[in-house]
């Protein structure tokens, strides 16, 4: 049991670090990255869990996300960019028809979410 929370709290660690970067570089998208990691806290730990709800950097994306206020246009535009561009990248480098399929069920499961997500309103 130990080892799946450590597992919850390294993959917390690592969505957070991308969603941190993702703060600073226009192309990629913080908010799914911090909504993520804030998930694998959850599960990891009740103090990561209260620490990232509390962090004065963090918090207001997930409370956003929960609380169905919205994400902006700007950051669900960048979301699917980055979505597909990445799941693009891993069609081209793999050659199983089967694995293409589900990356593209995928892809749009994912886009649908994001786009029935509320968009927020910037003032």
């Known amino acids: 049991m130990k080892i799946k929370k450590l597992f919850y ?4 660690t690592i969505f957070l670090s991308i969603g941190t970067v993702g703060i600073f570089v ?10 993520v990691a804030a998930l694998f806290y ?4 009740e103090r990561a ?6 962090n004065k950097y963090f918090a207001s994306y ?9 994400i ?3 950051v669900k535009i960048k979301s699917l960019v980055f979505l597909w561009f990445m799941l693009i990248l891993s069609m081209i480098f793999t050659n199983k028809l089967m694995i293409t399929i589900v990356l593209i069920v995928i892809g749009i499961l994912v886009s649908l979410h994001i786009y029935l997500l509320k968009t927020r309103i910037e003032e």
Not at 9 to 12: I, P
Not at 26 to 35: A, K, N, R, Y
Not at 49 to 54: P, S, T, V
């Open 72 to 74: 902006p246009k700007d």
């Open 49 to 54: 869990e209260k620490w990232i709800m509390r």
């Open 62 to 70: 997930i409370k956003n996300y929960k609380e169905k206020i919205g």
């Open 42 to 45: 959850g599960k990891s730990s």
């Open 9 to 12: 709290f390294s993959f917390g």
């Open 26 to 35: 226009p192309v990629l998208p913080s908010t799914p990255f911090v909504i």
